[in-house]
């Protein structure tokens, strides 16, 4: 008889929980806060500005990457991660119904932020480590889907939970306490579940005795400085920060518009309805358009759609103009303008997702993709900053109007970028 612990699992049994557990914390804190600080009251400048600060532990997570290679095992930190996370959604369903609530809860919802963050690391260098190539390759798309999945359940369903209870209780802190405590609970049983089911790779372990602080360090300081001397680094830097320029002013105030009311501009949904037509069918449509940029890209590679994908992430933002100065009170129309343009940001951002992929190649490839997830980080907070008070200044009908403005620096960028006219594309057997 033998205690000896699994060095491999069927990969069903534990690579869907991961990328859900992955998913949730993640649209907690960039989407669900918002929903729920509209809710509660809070103005549009202090959402767009405080939320955003939310984006700063992925802005700057390749900074502590290395830790999680140094210090302890990726199993070790993704189920301590885990109970981390559960216990500060927790902590912020009892902060709800403090008078500081705000500063309280953004407090948490920060450290959470950090530390799905720090997650993201642990659990993709886990999936690396516990499956042959192979595996990886087929279980790409699984990964997708789960998170798609969290996305949905997040945006969706929960908060359509959330709406259900504003009702039934009277009180919208007691539903949105409830809400993050019934997402609490999901997710420290997903915490339980992964400590004992992931499996044990041999290759996961502690590089603290092999390798040296120092060597680590210059390791650390020499990939950052191959990344920025890559060719074109300015025109990279700038295709990274400006290509979602004007998404990133625009999904901070979405979930606002579509909850103020008709007098303050904006379309008078319900909690629920946000759920059905942002979160459930916006997701969707997103996954879809995401699914069928991949899939024409590996037709005709990323070069041959650039142009048609740069076309699709801007102009269907023009929906959000369309509703602002129309209003309508029909519930499917809206659900059809969201969708549009959560299908055409789906579709446009795959070439976004393939020019990291593409200038990330090279020895230090993991490393630099990271690089440029944080510089995507960026380039979704520090429009996000402004966004809430230009809104509060100028009405929703001009803000969204500026943010088709917005659009033209991705426009130009996509102009300048260099890419190989065959990556991308599936090689002919």
Request: charged content about 10%.
């Amino acid at each position: 008889m033998t205690n000896a612990k699994p060095s491999s699992r069927n990969p069903w049994a534990w690579i869907p929980t991961l990328y859900f557990g992955q998913g949730i914390p993640y649209v907690v804190v960039m989407t669900i806060s918002v929903i729920m600080y509209k809710k509660l009251g809070i103005s549009n400048t202090d959402i767009a500005y405080y939320t955003s600060w939310l984006y700063l532990p992925w802005v700057i997570k390749p900074l502590w990457s290395p830790l999680i290679d140094i210090f302890r095992t990726k199993r070790f930190w993704i189920v301590l991660l885990q109970m981390v996370i559960g216990a500060s959604l927790a902590a912020a369903a009892f902060s709800i119904p403090l008078n500081s609530y705000f500063q309280w809860s953004l407090a948490i919802f920060w450290l959470m932020a950090f530390s799905s963050a720090t997650h993201d690391i642990a659990a993709d260098g886990f999936y690396m480590l516990a499956l042959e190539q192979h595996q990886q390759a087929a279980f790409v798309g699984v990964r997708s889907t789960f998170y798609r999945i969290a996305m949905i359940t997040g945006q969706g369903a929960l908060v359509y939970l959330a709406g259900h209870l504003e009702m039934t209780t009277g009180s919208i802190p007691t539903a949105w306490s409830i809400t993050l405590l019934v997402i609490a609970g999901l997710f420290l049983s997903i915490a339980i579940y992964h400590r004992f089911i992931l499996p044990y790779p041999k290759s996961d372990i502690s590089a603290v005795q092999e390798v040296s602080a120092a060597t680590v360090l210059k390791e650390f300081f020499k990939t950052f400085g191959t990344f920025f001397k890559k060719k074109e680094i300015v025109v990279i830097l700038s295709f990274l920060l400006l290509y979602r320029f004007a998404e990133a002013q625009l999904v901070k105030l979405v979930t606002p518009f579509l909850l103020d009311s008709r007098s303050d501009g904006g379309l008078g949904l319900t909690t629920g309805d946000v759920g059905i037509a942002y979160g459930t069918i916006g997701v969707i449509a997103l996954t879809l358009g995401g699914l069928l940029g991949g899939y024409v890209i590996s037709k005709h590679g990323l070069r041959f759609w650039l142009w048609v994908m740069v076309v699709a992430i801007h102009l269907p933002d023009a929906v959000f103009v369309y509703l602002s100065y129309v209003q309508p009170d029909n519930f499917i129309l809206i659900c059809a303008a969201i969708g549009i343009e959560q299908f055409g940001y789906g579709f446009g951002f795959t070439a976004y997702l393939m020019y990291m992929v593409m200038i990330s190649d090279g020895p230090y490839k993991t490393a630099h993709y990271a690089i440029c997830t944080g510089f995507m980080a960026l380039g979704m907070m520090i429009p996000g900053m402004f966004s809430g008070a230009l809104q509060d200044w100028i009405g929703y009908r001009h803000f969204f109007i500026w943010v088709m403005a917005s659009t033209i620096p991705g426009f130009l960028i996509a102009m300048v970028v260099t890419i190989d006219s065959s990556f991308g594309k599936k090689k002919e057997q």
